[in-house]
């Protein structure tokens, strides 16, 4: 069973981040997508969006690329 606030915060410390905790932590979430709460999606689906927002054109693409996964795995 998956700590969703656990995982959450996690998610919240690598967002901003250009590194490889980017990487892991998109992995971690994606292996367990089908265990976290439907809110806990949302709430990170709305987040990359609106970090994306503001902070795209200072982002690297390899870290775009990884959060993308997650918005196109909630598509599904």
Same mark, same amino acid.
């Given at each position: 069973?998956?700590?969703?606030?656990?995982? !959450?915060? =996690? !998610?919240?410390? =690598?967002?901003?981040?250009? *590194?490889?905790?980017? *990487?892991t932590t998109v992995n971690f979430i994606l292996d367990n997508w089908d @265990?976290?709460?439907? *809110?806990?999606?949302?709430?990170?689906?709305? @987040?990359?969006?609106?970090?994306? @927002?503001? !902070?795209? @054109?200072?982002?690297?693409?390899?870290?775009?690329?990884?959060?993308?996964?997650?918005?196109?795995? *909630?598509?599904?």
């Amino acid at each position: 069973m998956i700590d969703n606030s656990i995982l !959450f915060s =996690a !998610f919240r410390y =690598a967002l901003p981040r250009h *590194n490889t905790i980017v *990487n892991t932590t998109v992995n971690f979430i994606l292996d367990n997508w089908d @265990e976290i709460e439907s *809110n806990y999606k949302d709430l990170i689906c709305k @987040e990359i969006t609106k970090h994306f @927002e503001y !902070f795209k @054109e200072s982002s690297l693409q390899c870290d775009i690329d990884d959060w993308q996964r997650i918005l196109d795995r *909630n598509k599904k």
